[in-house]
């Protein structure tokens, strides 16, 4: 089992900035890809970004040029900086990590509890 633990998230005006952080715990030496997706009121879940631990990079169209995700492998963390802020960024931000812990075993998606961002005037 995987557990992650989001920080950061808050109020901020249109064209602010937060950072998210996410630290994973627990049986971790199978993750091979950790990230963000979000979900607003009334939207299904919406990938934000995901890395894996060989580096390439997965960002939504939308936040594309605003937002940048980086890892630290050492410390099974991963963090998501959010530039530019739009109303429409507003929704709650789940911390994902993708495991697979031998080749015989399927895929094991883990999420955290989430983590609230507002932009707002």
């Known amino acids: 089992q995987v557990q992650l633990v989001e920080s950061g998230g808050g109020l901020v005006q249109p064209g602010g900035s937060l950072r998210l952080s996410c630290a994973a715990s627990?049986?971790?030496?199978?993750?091979?890809?950790m990230g963000w997706y979000r979900q607003a009121p009334g939207k299904q879940r919406e990938l934000v970004a995901t890395m894996a631990n060989s580096g390439p990079t997965n960002y939504a169209d939308s936040v594309k040029d605003r937002f940048t995700i980086s890892r630290d492998i050492a410390k099974s963390t991963v963090s998501l900086q959010m530039n530019s802020l739009k109303p429409e960024d507003t929704a709650v931000y789940h911390c994902?990590?993708?495991?697979?812990?031998?080749?015989?075993?399927?895929?094991?998606?883990?999420w955290g509890q989430g983590t609230q961002v507002s932009v707002s005037s």
């Open positions: 994902y990590a993708a495991s697979k812990t031998s080749v015989w075993n399927p895929r094991t998606d883990y």
């Open positions: 627990g049986s971790i030496f199978g993750i091979y890809v």
